[in-house]
Structures are given as structure tokens and as C-alpha cells.
């Protein structure tokens, strides 16, 4: 089986370099934690593997798909969710769904089902006929979640989802997320709540200076940053800070072999 995600090489400069040479390996059913300080290159990173952004060198395959050379077909295996939700804001939720769906050209039939699973997941099913207009930014946060899962992506990018939300919503949002994993779709989170990340993902990169300074579970990091029972939070800040010994000899660490999943109904 191919990875879900396999990326080489991957290159960006604008002013100065933002992404300078980083490979990834994420396995199918994967729930991966990419981690950095602000300006790391973690968002100009996921914006490349979406399709969003046209790398200057380096490639990315998805399932097995060039991006480059298939993109379509790439880009159907994805989802991508910015970190600020984008909606039109005239369209009840309903219809927002509706018009993604037409966007994946899915049948009608599976495109009502999805979404009334998922509206009524999210407890937004008793405001489908409201506007978006009117809806909290944690209300708006599920509805673009429910939007990028509506096509059943295979890999599903996160780009900061919780920030802003309550911890109703944001409990709501991570056990779908949790339900998604175990089913088997590959999710990558960018998050600065360590904590979340700690509790949701089975393995973490850590991006300073657009490179992968580390890579690993938790056990692993912490071993490599000799915090042993330290929390993500002291393990981080531990190999991002070149004074402590840590992000300049630090390298990727193989894969885990993943556990076996149980599959969960959309």
C-alpha cells in the first residue's frame, strides 16, 4: 500500500527561504502533528501538499498520485482546512454543503446523506436552514469542517481548527476528528495548543526555520530530547531551542508500523 502522504524534498523561498528541504512519510490512517513556532514554514508546508501553492522544487505524492503530474486526481483524494473559516455567508448551511458537494460532483444521494450525518454530528442540524451570516465562529468552524469532509476525503489537512473555539465545540470537533483517524483517513494537524496535540496525534515533526528538526511519538521525541516523562510542551521548546542542545542534531525518526483500525461509518 502506498504512503497517504510522501513528500521529498519539498522547497519554497519568497523573501527568504520558507520551506528549505523537508520529507515527510505519513502512513494511510495516520494522525500526524506537524509543529513549529510561528513563521516555521508549517502553513506554506500544508498550502504545497493541498495543491495550494506551487512549490519551487521537490515533490509530493498523495496515495500514490503525483501532485504534479495528476493534480485532479490528487487533490480528490484531499481536503484542506484553513485556519480561518470561509463561508459564503448568504448560503444557510445546508446549501453550503450542497454547492461543496456539487464542487466534488458527488451523486445527490450520498451528498444528502453525508451531510445530514454530519450536521447532525456537529449538532447543526436544528440550524441547517439558517445563514451562515448569523453563526458563531465555533459554528462556523464546524460548518467548513462538515464542508471538507462531506467528499469523504482519504487525507485531511488541518491548519490551526481549534483556535477560537470553545471547549464544547472544540471537545465536539476533536472526537470527530478521533472517529475519522480510527476509520481510516489520514489527518495532518498544525496546532499551538501542545496539549491537543499531545492527547489527539500518533506522531509529531517539528519545523524550525522551514526544516524538520525532529520527528517521532512523544516517546521518541522526548527520548531524543532527554525529557524523559516530560510533557510535548517541555520536549518542544527543548528542540527548537538550538541553545539546548536539541534542534541542531536532531533527524527523523523511522516510522512506526500503525496499529490496526476498526472502520467508522461516515
Request: proline residues 7%.
Amino acid at each position: 500500500m502506498p504512503l497517504a502522504l510522501a513528500v521529498s524534498d519539498l522547497r519554497k523561498t519568497f523573501t527568504r527561504p520558507a520551506v528549505a528541504g523537508i520529507d515527510l512519510s505519513i502512513r494511510p490512517g495516520e494522525f500526524y502533528g506537524l509543529l513549529g513556532p510561528n513563521g516555521a514554514g508549517k502553513t506554506t508546508t500544508l498550502r504545497m501538499v493541498a495543491g495550494l501553492l506551487k512549490p519551487d522544487s521537490g515533490g509530493v505524492e498523495v496515495f500514490g498520485v503525483d501532485l504534479r503530474q495528476d493534480p485532479i486526481a490528487a487533490k480528490r483524494l484531499i481536503a484542506w482546512l484553513p485556519d480561518e473559516p470561509l463561508l459564503y455567508d448568504k448560503l444557510t448551511v445546508s446549501e453550503y454543503l450542497e454547492f461543496v458537494a456539487g464542487l466534488w460532483q458527488m451523486e445527490p444521494g450520498r451528498a444528502e446523506r453525508n451531510a445530514r450525518a454530519l450536521l447532525e454530528r456537529l449538532d447543526l442540524w436544528a440550524h441547517r436552514d439558517e445563514r451562515c451570516e448569523g453563526f458563531s465562529r465555533g459554528m462556523k468552524q464546524k460548518a467548513v469542517l462538515a464542508g471538507a469532509l462531506i467528499h469523504e476525503p482519504r487525507l485531511l489537512i488541518l491548519d490551526e481548527p481549534l483556535t477560537g473555539l470553545d471547549a464544547s465545540i472544540a471537545r465536539q470537533v476533536k472526537d470527530l476528528l478521533l472517529e475519522r483517524a480510527r476509520g481510516g483517513c489520514t489527518i495532518i494537524l498544525t496546532t499551538h495548543i501542545l496539549e491537543v496535540a499531545e492527547r489527539l496525534v500518533d506522531r509529531i515533526g517539528i519545523i524550525q526555520s522551514g526544516r524538520l528538526v525532529a520527528e517521532g511519538t512523544l516517546d521518541e521525541l522526548r527520548t531524543t530530547a532527554g525529557r524523559t516523562g516530560g510533557t510535548l510542551e517541555e520536549v518542544f521548546l527543548r528542540l527548537v531551542d538550538p541553545a539546548g542542545g536539541g534542534a541542531a542534531a536532531v533527524g527523523p525518526a523511522p516510522i512506526p508500523p500503525m496499529p490496526p483500525t476498526e472502520s467508522v461509518s461516515p
